[in-house]
T-cell receptor, first 113, second 113 residues
Framework: SAVISQKPSRDICQRGTSLTIQCQVD?????MFWYRQQPGQSLTLIAT?????????ESGFVIDKFPISRPNLTFSTLTVSNMSPEDSSIYLC??????????FGPGTRLTVT | SQQGEEDPQALSIQEGENATMNCSYK?????LQWYRQNSGRGLVHLIL?????REKHSGRLRVTLDTSKKSSSLLITASRAADTASYFC?????????????FGKGTLLTVNP
């Protein structure tokens, strides 16, 4: 298994501002992902965070809006830029182990006012 | 797109009863994973079942997989109030290097004391 921590756990932000979410894993992992869960909805994959190279974004998500860093195999950040109320969601970091199991962090609950 | 679809969307039972949730999917998979999410928090990994497996157990949890019907079920026996949560299935598609889990919309389980 993998133990994942995220900071902050929650935040309330003004529209037009940006928030950076940190994700720390207790072991080195190759595959790390960022998901979004809008209120009352299921999870949607934002991007795959690649170590040492640019993240791979899913359809509907762009780097200018959700820049991602992955400086090493245990850490990643997701920035939500120029926020609007529609960005209010839970943002979750996730890692995949060599056995194929995928684990999630506790999430960051973002409210944009 | 959401591949997994859980059924029912909501389930309410009494403590001590069994709860069964179903998941259907559309394409071939490497594995299927079940998760629990307590209100607004992170996802807890419950069980991974591979495409060549038919049944797995973990404590009070029993998962079955029928690849011919493209369906899986999660059985929670002797339910407790603490089992109240949303339960999601996530499919790991086979083929290529696509390691992206696709989530269903979830089943909201309420266990009444």
């Amino acid at each position: 298994s993998a133990v994942i921590s995220q900071k902050p756990s929650r935040d309330i932000c003004q529209r037009g501002t940006s928030l950076t979410i940190q994700c720390q894993v207790d072991s080195q992992v190759t595959m790390m992902f960022w998901y979004r869960q809008q209120p009352g909805q299921s999870l949607t994959l934002i991007a795959t965070a690649n170590q040492g190279s640019e993240a791979t974004y899913e359809s509907g998500f762009v780097i200018d809006k959700f820049p991602i860093s992955r400086p090493n195999l245990t850490f990643s950040t997701l920035t939500v830029s120029n926020m609007s109320p529609e960005d209010s969601s839970i943002y979750l970091c996730s890692v995949r182990t060599g056995l194929g199991e995928q684990y999630f962090g506790p999430g960051t609950r973002l409210t944009v006012t | 797109s959401q591949q997994g679809e859980e059924d029912p969307q909501a389930l309410s039972i009494q403590e001590g009863e069994n709860a069964t949730m179903n998941c259907s999917y559309k394409t071939s998979i490497n594995n299927l994973q079940w998760y629990r999410q307590n209100s607004g928090r992170g996802l807890v990994h419950l069980i991974l079942i591979r495409s060549n497996e038919r049944e797995k157990h973990s404590g009070r949890l029993r998962v079955t997989l029928d690849t011919s019907k493209k369906s899986s079920s999660l059985l929670i026996t002797a339910s407790r109030a603490a089992d109240t949560a949303s339960y999601f299935c996530a499919t790991d598609p086979s083929g290529g290097s696509n390691y992206k889990l696709t989530f269903g919309k979830g089943t909201l389980l309420t266990v009444n004391p």
